[in-house]
């Protein structure tokens, strides 16, 4: 059975300034630099088409 691989990334916005968090489990690091890339295409592509909400949420399962 495989395991399931989990990537989080997490910004944290204060007082102007940024700090970004990251963690991953059974997952390579190709894999998360292809994960980013997705993710980043997919916010380019949101803000192209001018849709409000960008970001989903989602809860932990």
Wanted: proline fraction near 2%; charged fraction near 35%.
């Amino acid at each position: 059975m495989s395991e399931n691989k989990i990537f989080i990334i997490k910004f944290i916005v204060k007082d102007g300034k940024m700090a970004t968090k990251m963690s991953s489990k059974n997952m390579a690091p190709q894999e998360t630099v292809g994960l980013l890339e997705i993710a980043k295409q997919q916010i380019l592509d949101g803000l192209k088409e001018n849709k409000k909400e960008i970001f989903r949420g989602s809860k932990d399962v």
